[in-house]
């Protein structure tokens, strides 16, 4: 019965098939005679069917069960004398699960294919196995220690790194004080150093507080060209308190007017013709040839709203989500430390300044000394052109989606790659591509890959793992928690998930965002607190399931419910399925086929 019970945990099918081996001896006549007679008998759970019934289900089939078949997974309970020490049994494909109760007393081993399992993953299936067992002797305690100590070991694994700033803009002016004359961004019309990125952004927040009375807790909407003075318009809304929300020019009108009539913006930042918003829009170039003013910074906490990025969900209406200067900062300085970011590095922003997937780049850059170079969309959809960018820009990192990648491999200049600087790609916003890792590993192998994991309302990435083939080609996972951050698993019954055991991937920590703008009650879904031996944690209910691996590992296995991801965006099903109805179509079937 607790063979029975692990496997359900354990497995996502509501019914399944494992091995029962049954000695075939239960008359005494039979007990002394010489001969092989135990089989394995097929033994099906589901959880409409107690264990008493599938035993004396079994006890009646053994008698008529002749064939011969090897299980995935096999149980035997073997009471026998310490004289049969050292006999070999038979073994389930993949795993088997013997119980030996002799004259020392009873013994628990488990027969494992490496191919399958690593030795930490049987080791915790022990102390699972055990403490099933305890509970039904001994009630709940047992198997919620297990649950919660192993939830308090592996929530937060990684280093804490420590700043020295509360927000992103103070550790870009610091950055800038540091590196004045260091490239800091380039673009196709031009480029800044760290020391005019600094004094524009000055000029233009001192101009925004003093001539338009943007301050602290306002919203400022960015839809500006994608060149050098993007960042400039970016750090100088942070840098008065604000928050800038970024919007693509590119998007549908439906549903760049649907953000501007949910932000409540104070002004809109453009650089080129836009339709009238009816909101007060400004020529951001315009601002720092205004007369000079002395930007006084405010003093920052930390918690001020940096940035708010808006994301769709199934009604089709995007709500927009608050991340704080000081999320953006722990992020950063964790990128930094982690992987050695410096001065010499250079990156690209590889997606629209309208979603956080290119944040890494762009503010990982900033805050570190290092160059970002912005390129337009038709450049970046390129890929023969973005291979040589690369190759001649000696750029040495990149964050991209496992399209993109995809699309660069396409090109026909690729082999360049082979001479190149890059050392350094985060892979994040898809499922993984391993068929793609694999092809640029074989143009240049030392290049490091990384999976990157993170919804929007927790900060760009969550959790990371650093891609070492051919391992990970066989075990493709999401990885651990970054510093600072706190990850948990939750199955439907509320409890923290064992290893195997899968569930909601919910998170917490220092990445955490404020939640959604104007969106209590979704806010109240989403945003909720667990309880963890004692401590009260505020986490975010991503939507997406996983299970962990005995070393805290993390493994994503789909979402709870039709959202998918495509080029690094999200789509609900939902929203598409709505929009298709009318009047005259009753019912919408969608299938996603993967291109």
């Known amino acids: 019965g607790s063979e029975m019970c692990i496997r359900d945990r354990l497995t996502d099918s509501e019914s399944f098939v494992i091995g029962v081996e049954c000695h075939g001896r239960e008359f005494d006549e039979l007990k002394k005679t010489i001969g092989l007679l135990s089989k394995v008998l097929p033994c099906t759970y589901s959880p409409s069917v107690v264990a008493a019934d599938i035993l004396h289900n079994m006890q009646l089939f053994q008698f008529y069960h002749a064939a011969e078949q090897v299980f995935d997974y096999q149980f035997a309970y073997l009471s026998v004398n310490s004289a049969t020490a050292g006999l070999q049994w038979l073994q389930g494909r993949k795993l088997k699960c013997q119980v030996i109760n002799d004259d020392t007393g009873i013994k628990l081993t488990f027969l494992y294919h ?25 009630g709940k305690g047992r198997l919620q220690r297990l649950r919660t100590s192993f939830a308090e070991k592996v929530c937060g694994v990684g ?10 803009a103070q550790a870009c002016k610091a ?31 001192a101009v925004l507080t003093d001539h338009y009375g943007v301050g602290a807790g306002d919203f400022v909407g960015v839809m500006m060209p994608e060149d050098h003075w993007l960042p400039v318009a970016l750090l100088a809304v942070m840098k008065v308190g604000a928050a800038y929300v970024p919007i693509d020019a590119g998007n549908p009108a439906a549903r760049v007017q649907q953000i501007l009539a949910d932000a409540s913006l104070r002004c809109l930042l453009i650089n080129e013709e836009q339709p009238d918003y009816h909101i007060q829009t400004i ?37 927009g989500v608050m991340v704080s200067g000081n999320n953006l900062l722990h992020y950063t300085d964790w990128l930094r430390q982690t992987f050695q970011l410096t001065q010499d590095d250079q ?14 780049s762009l503010w990982g850059c900033l805050t570190t000394g290092a160059a970002v170079h912005i390129i337009p969309a038709e450049k970046r959809q390129d890929a023969d052109w973005m291979i040589s960018y690369i190759s001649e820009q000696k750029i040495t990192f990149l964050k991209l989606t496992p399209s993109i990648c995809y699309l660069l491999l396409q090109a026909e200049n690729v082999a360049t790659l082979k001479e190149s600087s890059l050392r350094l790609v985060f892979s994040g916003g898809e499922k993984i591509d ?6 640029f590993a074989a143009i240049k192998p030392d290049i490091q890959f990384v999976n990157h994991y993170g919804p929007t309302e927790t900060t760009i990435g969550t959790l990371y793992q650093p891609v070492s083939l051919p391992d990970f080609a066989a075990k493709p996972v999401i990885g651990k928690p970054i510093s600072g951050n706190e990850v948990f698993i939750i199955n439907e019954a509320g409890d923290f998930c064992v290893p195997g055991e899968k569930g909601e991937i919910l998170i917490g920590g220092k990445g955490l ?11 109240g879904e989403k945003f909720r607190e667990i309880v963890l031996n004692g401590r009260s944690l505020r986490v975010y209910h991503s939507g997406d399931m996983g299970y962990w691996m005995a070393d805290g590992t993390v493994c994503l296995e789909g979402r709870k419910d039709n959202q998918v991801k495509i080029h690094g965006h999200r789509v609900e099903l939902g929203e598409i399925r709505k929009a298709l109805q009318s009047t005259d179509i009753n019912e919408v079937y969608l299938r996603l086929i993967p291109s």
């Not at 170039?285 to 969900?313: H, R």
């Not at 990156?347 to 890494?360: H, K, N, R, V």
Request: with cysteine.
């Open 347 to 360: 990156s690209i922003l590889q997606a629209s300044y309208a979603y956080d997937l290119g944040y890494t």
């Open 434 to 439: 391993i068929a793609g890792i694999q092809r």
């Open 283 to 319: 020529r951001f170039k315009q601002l720092w040839k205004q007369q000079d003013l002395l930007f006084v910074p405010p003093i920052f906490n930390g918690d001020e709203t940096a940035c708010m990025i808006y994301t769709s969900g199934t009604t089709g209406t995007p709500k």
């Open 513 to 523: 965002t404020k939640g959604y703008y104007n969106r209590e009650t979704l806010n």
């Open 114 to 138: 490496p191919g399958y399992f690593r030795p930490d993953d049987i080791r915790q299936m022990q102390e699972l196995y055990i403490a099933v067992l305890s509970e039904c002797t001994e």
């Open 159 to 168: 280093a804490k790194t420590q700043s020295q700033f509360l927000h992103i």
């Open 175 to 205: 950055v800038a004080l540091q590196f004045p004359e260091r490239t800091a961004v380039r673009s196709l019309s031009g480029s800044l150093t760290y020391k005019e990125l600094d004094d524009y952004s000055d000029k233009a927040a």
